[in-house]
């Protein structure tokens, strides 16, 4: 069973950047597609970006794109979320999530497994 940890969340001005860590343990991370969500405070989940294994496809919000990347390092069963020219709105907690599933997803009730988030905050 997989397990997830993230890391990398804090306070940071608007216009910084900041990079999360998602380790995976338990199993064969390789096999897993992984994904990054938010949850802005009084607002839904959202998909923020997933990176499938099968042929590493990558895809974003459509109004992330452009300040956020993702990558992935397989040897070290991590998944980076590098946010740059971050703005109040993206103050969230940010939660990792896998799946079994090689092909890309991006629909949130598609993960079995979930980090406990890591907390994103903004200032203006």
């Known amino acids: 069973q997989m397990q997830l940890v993230e890391s990398g969340g804090g306070l940071v001005q608007a216009g910084g950047s900041l990079r999360l860590s998602c380790i995976g343990s338990?199993?064969?991370?390789?096999?897993?597609?992984v994904a990054w969500f938010r949850r802005a405070p009084g607002k839904e989940r959202e998909f923020v970006s997933a990176?499938?294994?099968?042929?590493?496809?990558?895809d974003y919000a459509d109004d992330l794109k452009g300040r956020f990347s993702v990558t992935r390092d397989n040897g070290r069963n991590t998944l980076y979320l590098q946010m740059k020219n971050l703005k109040p709105e993206d103050t969230a907690v940010y939660y990792c999530?896998?799946?079994?599933?090689?092909?890309?997803?991006?629909?949130?009730?598609?993960?079995?497994?979930w980090g406990q988030g890591t907390q994103v905050t903004v200032s203006s």
């Open positions: 999530a896998a799946e079994k599933n090689g092909l890309l997803e991006t629909r949130s009730e598609k993960f079995t497994y």
């Open positions: 338990g199993d064969n991370f390789n096999l897993y597609t």
């Open positions: 990176f499938a294994w099968i042929g590493g496809v990558i």
